[in-house]
């Protein structure tokens, strides 16, 4: 089959690898119909996240068509269209039980892990391959694929496996009451559904920052929201006070991650080295934004490692934090309402769709921030059969 390979920092390319095969009773093999580019596969892109390997296959957000079952699987049968969330889980443990599935505790075996398994994530989430491919083996399969009604289309659906529901969780953990002043930190896909899920739990003002112009755009339109583009900001704490009554924002939201622009000295010791898990430029900007007795929602990607965070100006402040990766499933179902009523549209976001034989360039364009890039989708060579959108494959 077709998938990507990666190779090294800066270096991934679609090639020939083996096909997927059923390694055990409860899996399921999926033909990928859709598979995104999230911005957290840009940390691995970028060589940021440990024990990424030569030849491993990235991609955490995919839909597709059950092609193979094993001998255990109850719920899924070959020609279902299903919608794969990122966690990797077993439904059965002290937190599945939760719905805390994303820190499955049996799908993981590294001795440290905090979270649970999550496809196509270096060997720190598990070694799945993942499925920007044309095949991908599905574990436990019973529990963790979502079967696609038939309204609703791949190119939503593919945006429901993490982008969608993390932006939501994003809005949700923030505890948002009616009438609040919300801060999203991040433009991108995250950031852009955490702005616009703000309203639906009843924000009063949404508040974006990013320093990409055209993102800013983006989310100005889609959200609809205010923007702050931080370039043009001297102190970020400062000016959110002055345009909220010199209180600070009820809740600020962290959708940016390791990989923020920051301070020269933050980008130093934070991107170009593993000394610390990331640049937490964002996360000190919430810290500090909020107002005392606020709430900061976490849900861009850090490293377990050390990392520098203003908590005594949490403590004093009397914040509520709340952080943690999506648990895909538990949001489906009502995101699936929400779309049909028209709240939400996730397919708006996808600004590229590019064959899986392209994948190189997808990354790069993405990566560069080229052509106004906010979501790519790639097109596996197999993915005719699929029923998706009216748009060209490539756009």
């Known amino acids: 089959m077709l998938a990507t390979n990666y ?8 090639s020939q690898k083996p096909d997927p095969v059923i390694e055990h009773p409860g899996d399921a093999i999926v033909r990928v119909t859709r598979a995104c580019i999230c911005g957290s596969d840009l940390h691995l892109y970028h060589g940021l996240v440990p024990d990424t390997r030569v030849g491993h296959t ?15 699987v109850e719920t899924l049968k070959p020609g279902d269209r299903v919608l794969v969330p990122f966690n990797i889980f077993c439904g059965s443990c002290f937190f599945c039980q939760r719905e805390l ?67 939501y969780q994003a809005a949700e953990m923030g505890d948002i009451k009616e009438g609040d002043t919300v801060v999203v930190f991040g433009a991108g896909p995250v950031g852009i559904f955490a702005a616009r899920s703000a309203w639906l739990f009843g924000a ?23 923007i702050i583009n931080f370039r043009e900001v001297n102190d970020m704490a400062m000016h959110i006070k002055k345009m909220t009554d010199w209180l600070g924002a009820d809740v600020c939201i962290d959708a940016v991650g390791c990989e923020a622009a920051g301070s020269l000295a933050q980008t130093i010791t934070g991107r170009w080295t593993m000394l610390q898990a990331g640049s937490a430029t964002a996360l000190f900007w919430a810290i500090n934004s909020v107002r005392k007795g606020g709430n900061v929602s976490i849900v861009g990607v850090y490293g377990p490692t050390f ?24 949001h489906v179902p009502h995101l699936i ?59």
Do not use: W
């Not at 892990?113 to 920007?132: F, K, L, M, V």
């Not at 399969?141 to 009604?149: E, F, L």
């Not at 049909?340 to 790069?364: C, F, M, W």
């Open 58 to 72: 990235f991609g955490h957000e995919f839909v597709g068509i059950v092609e193979e079952v094993g001998s255990a």
């Open 101 to 167: 599935y994303s820190n499955c505790h049996n799908t993981n075996a590294e001795a440290t892990a905090a979270g649970g398994g999550i496809y196509g994530y270096s060997h720190t989430t598990g070694g799945y391959d993942g499925g920007q491919a044309e095949y991908v083996r599905v574990p436990m399969a019973d529990v963790g694929p979502y079967k696609i009604p038939e309204d609703i289309v791949d190119d939503d659906a593919v945006l429901l496996t993490d982008a969608l529901p993390t932006g």
């Open 7 to 14: 190779r090294g920092p800066y270096r991934i390319r679609a």
């Open 337 to 395: 309402e929400h779309i049909r009523q028209g709240h939400l549209n996730p397919k708006e976001i996808i600004t590229h769709r590019v064959p899986l034989e392209e994948v190189s360039d997808a990354y790069h364009i993405f990566s560069s921030k080229y052509d106004n890039c906010i979501k790519t989708v790639l097109i596996p060579p197999r993915a005719g059969s699929a029923r998706a959108t009216a748009s060209s494959i490539i756009s």
């Open 307 to 330: 990392n520098a965070v203003p908590i005594g100006n949490a403590l004093n402040k009397g914040l509520t934090m709340r952080m943690n990766q999506a648990a895909v499933k538990r």
């Open 204 to 226: 009063g003002r949404v508040i974006v920052v990013d320093h990409v112009d055209y993102r800013l755009d983006f989310v100005r339109r889609y959200a609809p929201c205010e």
